[in-house]
């Protein structure tokens, strides 16, 4: 299969997607001295751009202030302002508020006690210390949920939950990334909260000593410097030789008791033991602790072992295979999941639709580094002996690519060579790992035998083996809720995007896949059928609602309304109605 751009599967496998496609920097302190950023960071800001990644400005600054003290603003992809009360666009000059405004008469009150310096934004209000205690007498007046946040000296006030991190996520979910792919540079109080939302969080040698002891990488160089030493830094290495232990994922416990931990970024893992020995239970629990921590997965499932997830959505049935496009359109949202189910797809046409679905992957993860896992169930029907992809694949091709088997004599051998772990499972999991390791060509690792019920990991790189328990799958694989919601309608009931020009043929088979492809979709697509009032019709007829369908089909007669406008409308009207039923995530 082709890229859009025209390169083969072999020809996108050569480049290696990056981790860090985002880097996210606090202004005063960090990027800027004394309020002013030098031309040399500047040129820095431009190397990371030049990279493919990037950059936003996430600060405490109102916007006004900003565009005064930093005209080069339009460096930024995207700007947090108001200490994450307000997003704001460079290219389009668009601004999108975060947080409601003060209530009327507050500012005034403040000042009305003595509180001097104030200044007011969007949202924000902000003077300096020692006028906290005033501010605090004030909101306590006002009976408002509204807090301080300190910034060297500077006193923010905003609504209670508004701080850097609510900023940065919005800004990341405009640009279709994830905090996963994201470094945070700060200096300050104020900036602990965005950088601890980061995947890593840098700071610069002149931070508070509190804010050095919480990051992961302190630079040796203060302010600007700084950043441009931790830009040179990630645009050499992408900050692979930078392990940080607290983001690996816990696959259960070691003899001893310990954590043993599986790193959330790197090789791939093989699954491999008898079958009804555990694989799946594993793997579940596996996937419940990256749903945990927000780690995006989409997991190809031919046997509908994972189609009770209830935190991804499953695309295909028993009677319809899904397309490639379904599943890139879904996995947009960097907040969903999805389980692919491949039970329609005959045998002998897996290994093509693998082959579809990795140049989609390797391409979706080029532009977003999403999704960070993919796990592929039964993995030898995908990838058999004689797949003739797989003498294109080298060590290091598929990253985080989690292979689940009980016969790895019947994958390919080079999809087993992409494997950094080896877990063996069942009652024999040194036979899994020592089958494997001949497989390779490899000598088997020593180990000890390990107790009843363990799981062995074999790590190839370093040739430690580690005997665990797996952790237990904590319940999570329910799915209670009415059809219209989140089960299966069949083809004559669910909705289609197909567009102007029915280029598209995106089917919806319940409300809660409606939803998550209707974000997907460009904007012609949504409009069209908009226009046509088609949701409303199809909600009317198919969900049998007339109420929504009467709420909705108001929404498509809304001229006034920017297609985001009115995909938020109708989310939020369906969200209301079927809220009971759990529709998002």
Known sequence: MGSEDGLSLPELLKNVSMRYLALASDYDGTLATHGTVSEATLDAVDRVRRSGRKFLLVTGR?????????????VCDMVVAENGALLYNPVTGEECRLAPEPP??????????????????????????????????????????????????AVMILPTGVNKALGLRAALKELGLSPHNTVGIGDAENDEAFLRECECG???????????????????????????????????TDLEELAIEHLDVPLGLTPGGGEFLLPAY????????????????????????????????????????????????????????????????????PEQ????????????????????????????????????????????????????????LLPGHLRNVMLVTAFPER??????????????????????????????????????????GANLAWRRTTGE?????????????????HDAVAGDLDAENSFFFRGPDERLNLRASNLRLFIHLA??????????????????????KAIKNESLAGRMEAIESNSDFSPQESRRAIRAEIQQQYLDLSLSR
């Open 62 to 74: 109102r916007l006004e202030e900003l565009l005064e003290v930093f005209p080069a603003v339009e």
């Open 104 to 153: 009327a008469g507050f500012v005034e009150e403040l000042r009305r006690r003595g509180v001097e310096r104030l200044e007011r934004g969007r949202s924000i209000v902000a003077t300096w210390e020692p006028y906290e205690k005033i501010v605090l007498e004030v909101i306590r007046d006002f009976a408002i949920e509204w807090q301080i946040i300190f910034n060297k000296g």
């Open 202 to 236: 840098v700071a610069v040698a002149n931070a508070l000593d509190s804010l050095k002891a919480r990051a992961d990488l302190v630079t040796e160089g203060t302010h600007g410097d700084g950043v441009a030493e931790l830009i040179d830094r990630l645009v050499a």
């Open 266 to 333: 790197g090789g791939g893992v093989l699954v491999a033991g008898q079958s009804g020995g555990g694989k799946s239970k594993l793997v579940a629990a596996i996937v419940e602790r990256l749903a945990e921590r927000k780690y995006q997965f989409c997991i190809l499932d031919p046997v509908g072992d994972y189609q009770t997830l209830v935190d991804a959505a499953v695309l295909g049935t028993s009677q319809r295979a899904p397309t490639v496009e379904e599943i890139t359109v879904l996995l947009e949202d």
């Open 337 to 392: 999941n999805a389980v692919v189910s491949l039970f329609a797809t005959p045998r002998d046409e897996r290994p093509r639709f693998f082959e579809q679905f990795l140049a989609a992957m390797v391409q979706q993860r080029a532009r977003t580094g999403r999704p960070h896992w993919i796990i592929v169930d039964e993995a030898h029907y995908f990838a058999p002996e004689d797949w003739p992809l797989a003498e294109h």
């Open 411 to 452: 994958l390919a051998q080079p999809m087993i060579a992409q494997s950094e772990w080896i877990i063996g499972t069942g009652d024999a999991p040194g036979e899994a790992i020592a089958g494997c390791a001949e497989l390779l060509g490899e000598p088997p690792p020593h180990f000890e035998a390990p107790g009843d």
């Open 465 to 481: 083996v580690r005997a665990f328990a797996g952790a237990e799958p904590n319940g999570r694989r329910q799915r209670h809720a």
């Open 519 to 540: 974000e997907g979709v460009d904007d012609a697509t949504w409009l069209h059928h908009l226009r046509r009032h088609d949701y409303s019709n199809w909600i009317r």
